[in-house]
């Protein structure tokens, strides 16, 4: 009974009972490499606040991120660090867009910036892979303008 009220209360305050933010101790302590290298779509929901300025206003609230055009990723070993590999798109969106990132066992993390029609927009995201085919885990970022983000993300991976 205790358990399922835990449950409930992490569902109703918008807790996940299954993610668990990911430590550079778990990280650090994987015994296997995720590979996680594929086309990559990314979906999520998030909150923007502090759009401070009048024309910055209209991007307050709840939204949804994506789902995203398939980002081509590649996985490569670290050239510094055994345990870690580095992420990157295999094809070039364009020079509005960016992506860099890394996988530490089970942990990825990755951010993207993109120059759009609003404004810089930047975001982290910090995640846990399930297998080869899943990553789930939180974001935050900046922009338009003011705006600060946060929310929670999905990827699916279909392999190359």
Known sequence: ???AIIIFLGL????????REPTDDTCASAKTLSQVAGDWTIEGYGSRTKCLEADEQRYSGDFVLGPSLPLNIEQKPSSTQTTVHSLALTTSLGSDFSFHGSVQGSCVNFE???QTDDGLIRYT?????????RIEGKFSGTGPGSCRSSG???????AQ
Do not use: H, K, V, W
């Not at 109703?12 to 993610?19: F, M, Q, T, V």
């Not at 995201?125 to 085919?133: I, L, N």
């Not at 929670?152 to 279909?158: A, E, V, Y």
């Open 112 to 114: 993207t910036e993109e």
């Open 12 to 19: 109703a305050l918008g807790c996940s009972p299954y993610y």
């Open 152 to 158: 929670d993300f999905t990827i699916l991976i279909r």
């Open 1 to 3: 009974m205790r358990y």
């Open 125 to 133: 995201f910090t995640g846990q892979a399930e297998g080869s085919t």
